[in-house]
């Protein structure tokens, strides 16, 4: 018996034994594909950057690619029909962090949006299609979980490492329930997670907007000021997961005034969330017509070098 035979025989006694029945499509999919959302850049804050271009940074890219998966650029301000197709393609989403604003026309969070209406009507329907938001899309899927309400919190946990503090049961969680006992106590003491954020999700916020039924949180953490936040969370009954910190940074940012955890013990910390969420798309049998795959990805775009100008290393910019 081949291993991938042995794999799917596994996962079809699993699903009998809960009482599913989508055995038969369930083989793992090994050649995994992910959206990464573009984004706008913000005028105010750096006047060099031109305003004609969406951008990624590469961070992102190497993390997912580092886990095994392969990255398609999802543009911004496009047609539904496009981000339908594209959900229809891809085996899961990545909305990066950055510093955009929710209300911008034909911005990111109008993009995510609609990527997270298909999403959720996908996996309600029994597909299954994962979404990961990291740092502002963290913040995205609360605010659209919320319908658009601005929920967050000011707070300042801006250039600094903390360990995560677990919450009671949090280890039955998706997203911590199979972390082996290292990377459970790598988190717990050390400073491996990397804050840049001056917003915060508060367990407050989440019981005013009436989140707890749909989501729940497994860390918190404290910011500058002592003010409690929510650092990860899930949505209870789809494969959508939120990190309010940067995982990709630990391995893939070297700014030197940048407080960036490099230790080896925080470089197995991010690669741990990578292969969760690549696993996670690995259970996706979404695919790209067969021509049209190549054309999608990311390979075909020039990485360019920006740390001169941006706290990236290296950004992918897209002509609007
Ligand atoms: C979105 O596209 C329209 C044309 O289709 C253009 O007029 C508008 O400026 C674009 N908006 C952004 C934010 O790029
Ligand atoms: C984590 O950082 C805090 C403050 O920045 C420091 O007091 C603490 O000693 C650090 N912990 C470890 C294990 O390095
Ligand atoms: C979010 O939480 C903060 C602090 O807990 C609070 O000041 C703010 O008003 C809350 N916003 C909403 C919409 O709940
Ligand atoms: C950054 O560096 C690149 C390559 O060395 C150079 O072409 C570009 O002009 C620099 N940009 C800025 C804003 O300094």
């Not at 055995?23 to 950057?49: F, H, K, W």
Request: include cysteine; aromatic fraction near 14%.
């Amino acid at each position: 018996m081949s291993g991938s035979t042995r794999e799917m025989l596994f996962i079809c006694l699993l699903l009998f034994a809960i009482g599913q029945r989508a055995c038969v499509e369930s083989t793992l999919n090994n050649r995994p594909i992910i959206g990464v959302l573009a984004q706008e850049l913000i005028m105010e804050s750096d006047p060099q950057l031109d305003p004609r271009v969406s951008y990624i940074a590469a961070s992102y890219v190497k993390f997912l690619e580092g886990a095994g998966a392969r990255v398609v650029p999802v543009m911004i301000n496009k047609t539904d029909d496009y981000y339908k197709n594209i959900a229809s393609y891809v085996n899961g989403i990545l909305l990066p962090g950055g510093g955009t604003y929710f209300d911008t026309p034909g911005g990111y969070a109008e993009a995510g949006q609609k990527l997270y209406e298909l999403a959720k009507k996908m996996n309600e329907a029994g597909d299954f299609f994962p979404i990961l938001g990291i740092c502002l899309g963290f913040e995205l899927l609360t605010y659209l979980a919320s319908d658009n309400v601005e929920h967050r919190a000011s707070c300042y946990s801006y250039n600094e490492a903390l360990p995560l503090e677990f919450k009671r049961g949090s280890f039955n969680s998706r997203l911590f329930g199979s972390a082996p006992s290292d990377i459970i106590g790598i988190l717990t003491k050390e400073n491996v997670t990397a804050n840049f954020h001056r917003y915060c999700l508060t367990k407050q916020n989440m019981t005013a907007l009436e989140l707890n039924d749909d989501w729940r949180f497994m860390t918190t953490n404290e910011d500058s000021n002592g003010l409690e936040f929510i650092s990860t969370l899930e949505h209870s009954r789809y494969p959508i997961y939120g990190l309010q910190f940067h995982p990709e940074k630990n391995v893939y940012e070297w700014r030197r005034d940048k407080n960036h955890p490099h230790s080896a013990k925080a470089v197995r910390v991010s690669q741990y969330f990578g292969n969760f969420f690549v696993n996670e798309a690995r259970k996706s049998g979404h695919k790209f017509p067969a021509s049209e795959e190549e054309e999608y990805m990311i390979y075909k775009h020039p990485v360019k070098y920006t740390a001169n100008y941006t706290v990236f290393e290296q950004c992918y910019e897209f002509p609007l």
